[in-house]
């Protein structure tokens, strides 16, 4: 990543920069931010364009990665497990 | 005429000997018995779909993610008295189910020799450390990225970048992202700390965004990909 700061610096006295933002990303995405630390990324997702294109992306590919990764429990294997916890 | 013992005779004081009666059922007992097969019963139907995803994670192979399930849950219902809270279940029986891998699965698993990550470091400076390494072209398209490209990804390009990543994190992303534990449930899971779970996220993303990176040049979608066919 270009160390170039994509913020707009009538924000930067009380912004976090965007290697700070990016770190913080996929556990904001997971929902796993303390409201502190939530509220500062929120903050600077509103004015770094880049961030936040970003941050969309990275959303949109976690929600890919879900489809595609659930997986349909064959029936077989569900009778299999009916008749081995009716045994129990 | 015999005279029985106090010790030996029936406990309800009928003054028949113990050992000729039939002991009353405790409907208490059976109740309870009955509300652990039923618990356990709905929350493996409920489950079941996410149990079976993370055992196909793991060991790549249908057949043997079926029978990594079932051995998990025969576990499971032995173990039950080591669930403290029925609120836990998932999480509960996720570490079972891996724990079946580990010394069950995971030997016989045919997969190329993985890489060996630092796991004491919580990984703070990885998603910036990664940027930092790759190329120019790259890191355009992480700064800007676009959309023909994301929607050019096919599914089996994100099955086979999952695939390629190292066990750690590919289970832990498909226990967070796909099944949706939180990083608490997910550490119990993986008998991990909370912080080993965050740091395996950042990796395991920021590797597969590499993979496919990688994919997408091969297959000619990224723009210098597509700018290099042009040219020819």
């Known amino acids: 990543m270009s160390n170039e700061d994509h913020t707009n610096h009538d924000h930067a006295h009380d912004d976090i920069g965007c290697i700070e933002a990016i770190e913080a990303l996929y556990a904001y995405l997971d929902g796993e931010l303390d409201d502190t630390s939530r509220e500062d990324f929120e903050r600077h997702m509103s004015h770094c364009r880049s961030c936040y294109s970003r941050a969309q992306m990275e959303r949109a590919l976690s929600e890919r990665m879900k489809q595609e990764g659930k997986a349909k429990a064959p029936a077989e294997l569900q009778s299999r497990l009916k008749a081995l916890i009716d045994d129990f | 005429m015999l005279v029985l013992r106090a010790e030996n005779l029936c406990e309800c004081r009928c003054g028949a000997p113990a050992a000729l009666k039939v002991r009353p059922i405790n409907r208490a007992t059976m109740t309870e018995a009955d509300d652990d097969k039923t618990f356990f019963s709905r929350n493996i139907e409920e489950n079941l779909d996410a149990f079976y995803g993370v055992a196909l994670r793991l060991t790549g192979k249908r057949a043997d993610a079926e029978d990594l399930v ?19 279940f998932r999480p509960w029986l996720f570490r079972i189910l891996r724990n079946c891998f580990i010394s069950e699965y995971r030997r016989k698993s045919i997969r190329p020799v993985e890489t060996v990550y630092d796991e004491t470091d919580t990984g703070d400076g990885d998603v910036s450390t990664f940027l930092m390494e790759e190329s120019d072209d790259f890191l355009r398209w992480w700064a800007s990225p676009e959309q023909a490209f994301f929607n050019n990804v096919l599914a089996e390009d994100i099955a086979t970048a999952m ?31 909370k912080g080993t779970v965050r740091s395996r996220m950042k990796r395991g993303r920021t590797l597969l965004q590499k993979a496919l990176w990688a994919h997408a040049m091969d297959a000619g979608l990224t723009p210098s990909a597509s700018k290099v066919k042009t040219d020819e």
């Open chain 2, 163 to 193: 695939n390629e990543l190292p066990e750690s994190f590919r289970v832990t992303i498909q226990l967070v992202n796909v099944e949706g534990l939180t990083y608490d449930e997910a550490a119990e899971a993986l008998g991990v700390p």
């Open chain 2, 70 to 88: 079932a051995e998990a849950i025969a576990r499971g219902w032995t173990a039950l008295n080591t669930l403290e809270d029925r609120h836990r």
